[in-house]
């Protein structure tokens, strides 16, 4: 899966999610709580992703880094680790 | 259960389309079935393809505005204003009902959410027998919410207005938690939320009457309620926190009713819990999560704080936290007051 797909969807959702209302507070080292995405939020983004990307996300799998912070977030859903395909 | 009814404006509500004629009527009749609808404590909401500004400013002239909350007039596809309702109101796709003389717009809902009730607004007489039906299967003791939906709304819109971040949205709502113990007559507000609440809900377990007793007057447990408030008003008791000291320092049950979902209260409860093990100097605290069909986010939860499962555990508890001196989980945009009762710490 390609990482900057992966980050554009991303983006897309955060907004769409009403968690950041101007892209340019986007970045990779941005954490999701410096948007105040709390686990209600962080779930809202996976079933979507989930959803656009057609796989379903290895909950058990995910580190501390990935659900906590932006860039870590996407490359794990761009390695593919553990991400069942539909 | 039928919690929200969201209705269509052109040829639905009103008596023809609005951009082409501004001085459209009401249909006949439908003022009768709003006010029948809103005396049963029904949400009412709209989603509508139009000029927001006129379609609102059209609502105020045909004395209908009020009926409404959170309604959302734009061009977008009418099932991507469906979720927004019911991602922000934060109701079950089951509980709503979408009304609509346009067959494609109800199939384009129903495509997105297969569980939205949908029904074609175009016989007036069909439609209010349709909605008759769903009213009657209501529990007559229904609490009226709607003026709670009200004020999420004012929060909603502010949001949208003023803020870049949801946390600079929800810094500004100096949330306040309290935290209280739960006494006898509190016990059938737990047993409510616990039936009610799934999202937040670590691990739905049922507590009867006498458990609920036994614990409220044992001093190996901790039973402690969460009165929550901001700037826009209260919840009211929103959260229950069990905890359990009998081996070691275990999170025995958390519930956050879904009113408060998005809003890091779980957090803050969670954060409790592990202030109060720190104080009582232990190294770890113990959750016992159990996996339901809707409570993800409590797993996301546990994950975000850093906590770890118990890979060879078979039985509960299953997650930990080691605890350092200086552990906070606390979001920056809450913080926790103490009721005037003092044992709690």
Redesign the interface.
């Given at each position: 899966m390609d990482k900057h797909d992966v980050k554009g969807f991303l983006y897309e959702k955060l907004i769409e999610?009403?968690?950041?209302?101007?892209s340019d507070?986007l970045k990779e080292i941005v954490y999701?709580?410096?948007?105040?995405?709390?686990?209600?939020?962080?779930?809202?983004i996976?079933v979507l992703m989930e959803e656009e990307f057609k796989v379903v996300f290895p909950?058990?799998q995910?580190?501390?880094e990935a659900?906590?912070h932006i860039g870590k977030f996407c490359d794990f859903f761009a390695s593919g680790t553990g991400l069942i395909h539909g | 259960m039928l919690k929200c009814i969201v209705w269509d404006l052109d040829n639905t509500i009103l008596d023809g389309v609005l951009i082409e004629d501004s001085s459209v009527k009401l249909r006949d009749g439908i003022k009768d079935i709003l006010e029948l609808i809103h005396e049963k404590k029904v949400l009412q909401t709209i989603v509508s393809k139009n000029d927001k500004n006129q379609a609102l400013s059209r609502l105020k002239d045909l004395d209908i505005i009020d009926y409404f909350i959170y309604p959302q007039i734009n061009w977008n596809p009418k099932s991507k204003s469906i979720k927004r309702i019911i991602d922000n109101l934060h109701f079950k796709a089951e509980d709503v009902l979408f009304l609509d003389d346009q067959l494609y717009e109800l199939d384009e809902v129903q495509n997105t959410y297969e569980d939205v009730k949908t029904f074609p607004s175009g016989n007036l007489t069909d439609m209010k027998e349709y909605i008759m039906v769903l009213l009657a299967e209501l529990n007559p003791n229904t609490i009226d919410r709607i003026d709670l939906y009200r004020l999420e709304e004012k929060r909603l819109m502010d949001r949208e207005r003023y803020f870049v971040t949801n946390k600079d949205f929800l810094l500004s709502c100096q949330m306040q938690v309290s935290i209280s113990r739960a006494r006898y007559n509190h016990i059938e507000r737990i047993r409510e939320l616990i039936t009610r609440t799934n999202q937040l809900n670590l691990n739905k377990r049922d507590y009867s009457d006498n458990d609920l007793k036994w614990m409220i007057d044992s001093e190996q447990y901790g039973v402690l309620l969460a009165d929550v408030k901001d700037r826009y008003g209260s919840y009211d008791v929103s959260g229950v926190l069990i905890l359990n000291y009998t081996e070691g320092f275990i999170v025995e049950l958390l519930i956050v009713s879904c009113r408060l979902l998005g809003k890091g209260v779980a957090n803050a409860l969670l954060d409790y819990g592990v202030q109060l093990a720190i104080r009582g100097q232990h190294n770890r605290i113990y959750v016992k999560y159990k996996k339901t069909p809707y409570n993800r986010p409590f797993l996301y939860l546990l994950l975000q704080c850093g906590f770890k499962k118990q890979e060879d555990s078979m039985f509960d508890p299953n997650f930990y936290l080691d605890l350092r001196p200086d552990s906070r989980l606390l979001p920056d945009w809450i913080t926790i007051v103490h009721s005037e009762d003092k044992e709690v710490l």
């Open positions: 999610l009403d968690l950041v209302s101007d507070a999701f709580s410096d948007l105040g995405a709390d686990s209600i939020a962080m779930l809202n996976v909950d058990e995910l580190t501390f659900i906590n | -």
